[in-house]
């Protein structure tokens, strides 16, 4: 079964600058997903951003983008110049490319945004 | 709009009332899915559905059942709840795209006494 670690439970970081957050995974296959969501105060989980294995170009999304490294099986994501608005919880998910399509989470880390 | 739509977003109920939280999308989805959020923990999958009439266990089914009758629609039932199903949870949709992401409802917080 794969599973999902996110090493740091809390975050801070000061407004504009930036902040890297951590995702190593345990798989046994080649092809998956991986992706970053985003829960605000509202509980609402909003996706961020999305890195397929097979591509070795990091995706990128505006100020959010990943430093993908399928060998040592990381996928951190970085955010650009922190926006009071990205304060949230984060997780890191695992999607299979066969089978259930779950996805597996992370138990997320919490990004403070400091004025 | 497309969207997935959860109620009630709140309930506060006793041990052994049963209750549904009913999950509704209007994508035309295939898939559609079952979470709880819990501390420490993360999101867990309680039940999935990959079509109508297909169900299946995820990590988490114990206490829970679920139906899939109509495509649009993915009820989750708690038939004898108890304090430890109280949960934050999730109904997630998506296309059978592995490439696509799964959307997700607003959440249910659930409070079992």
């Known amino acids: 079964a794969q599973t999902v670690t996110q090493s740091q439970p809390e975050m801070s970081v000061q407004e504009a600058e930036t902040v890297t957050l951590s995702c190593t995974y345990d798989?046994?296959?080649?092809?998956?997903?991986l992706f970053w969501y985003k829960q605000p105060p509202s509980r609402q989980m909003i996706l961020v951003i999305r890195q397929e294995a097979y591509k070795q170009q990091n995706a990128t999304e505006n100020r959010f983008s990943v430093n993908f490294q399928k060998a040592a099986k990381s996928f951190s994501l970085k955010i650009s110049d922190s926006q009071l608005g990205d304060a949230a919880m984060y997780f890191c998910?695992?999607?299979?490319?066969?089978?259930?399509?779950?996805?597996?989470f992370g138990t997320g880390t919490r990004l403070t945004i400091i004025p | 709009e497309a969207q997935v739509t959860q109620n009630p977003r709140y309930l506060i109920t006793v041990t052994g009332k049963k209750l549904t939280v009913t999950c509704s999308q209007n994508m035309n989805h295939e898939y559609m899915s079952w979470y709880r959020q819990d501390p420490g923990l993360g999101l867990r999958q309680i039940y999935y559905?990959?079509?109508?009439?297909?169900?299946d266990k995820g990590d988490v089914p114990e206490g829970y059942k679920v139906s899939r009758k109509e495509k649009r629609n993915f009820p989750l039932i708690l038939e004898s709840p108890s304090p430890n199903q109280t949960s934050l949870y999730f109904c997630?949709?998506?296309?059978?795209?592995?490439?696509?992401?799964?959307?997700f409802g607003p959440g249910t917080r659930l409070l079992v006494l």
């Open positions: 998910a695992y999607r299979s490319d066969f089978g259930n399509e779950k996805l597996t």
């Open positions: 559905s990959m079509n109508v009439e297909v169900t």
């Open positions: 997630a949709s998506s296309p059978l795209d592995r490439q696509e992401t799964q959307y």
């Open positions: 798989t046994s296959e080649s092809d998956y997903y």
